[in-house]
């Protein structure tokens, strides 16, 4: 399967400040990838579905200014999380869906946000 | 639209014993499903997937589900528990993503293993 990696694992920061969090799929050209927030003791919900050289697609309630995507190559999506807030502390779990798996998701290892 | 409903958030088993994490799904059209895994802190990890072949699907470390249309079920199992597989799994339909090429993943609530020597 795919191998997808996300930088940074953890960070932390101070309220208002901007975070960028990187998702790379690293074997597999992928023109689709998903970001995902789980809180804690809570399932995945997705945020939103980044596409390649086009705007993302988000979710019913995600503040698209709030939640800037970028997928400006086929391997690197970015999510930056504008103007953070304590209620923004998460796990962001970014996915790709590589050419000819329509079905099957490989996941990125997440990213713990802190705002503090 | 489809779902999935994971019943019981949490498991706890003896190890050697029987594993049996349920999962039942709500679809007008054939499901494709899904089970994975997640450790502290860490992605998903897919234990299996089921997509329309056979009913009986074996995934990864020994688990395995069956695909059940009568009973709208996809249960999770596996014989006999291992310290190792303590973790949060969980069942997972594809959506449709409406006039696109793929399907977008939907999670049930999870249910956290426990094993216990």
């Known amino acids: 399967g795919a191998v997808v990696s996300q930088h940074p694992s953890r960070v932390i920061c101070k309220s208002g400040t901007s975070v ?8 597999f050209q992928a023109t689709t990838m998903f970001w995902y927030r789980q809180f804690p003791k809570q399932s995945l919900m997705l945020m939103a579905t980044s596409n390649e050289g086009s705007k993302a697609t988000y979710e ?57 | 639209a489809q779902s999935v409903t994971q019943l019981g958030s949490h498991v706890s088993v003896s190890e050697g014993a029987l594993v049996l994490l349920r999962c039942n ?23 299996l ?9 074996k995934g990864i470390n020994g688990f395995e589900a069956e ?22 799994y969980f069942c997972a339909v594809i959506t449709n993503a409406g006039g696109t090429s793929y399907g977008k993943l939907t999670f049930g609530q999870g249910t956290i293993l426990t094993v216990h020597p």
């Open chain 2, 67 to 88: 695909f059940k249309k009568s009973e709208t079920s996809f249960h999770l199992t596996k014989p006999s528990a291992h310290m190792s597989d303590a973790a949060e």
């Open chain 1, 60 to 116: 019913q309630g995600v503040e698209k200014d709030k939640f800037l995507i970028n997928h400006a190559s086929l391997t690197l999506s970015t999510l930056t999380v504008t103007s953070a807030h304590p209620e923004d502390s998460s796990f962001y779990i970014c996915s790709d869906l590589p050419a000819g798996y329509y079905n099957e998701q490989f996941f990125g290892p997440g990213t713990r946000l802190t705002v503090l």
């Open chain 2, 25 to 47: 799904y709500s679809s007008s059209v054939p499901p494709y499903l899904f089970w994975y895994v997640q450790y502290p802190n860490q992605g998903l990890q897919l234990l």
């Open chain 2, 49 to 57: 997937k089921y997509t329309s072949a056979a009913t009986l699907v």
């Open chain 1, 20 to 27: 960028k969090i990187e998702c790379r799929s690293l074997d």
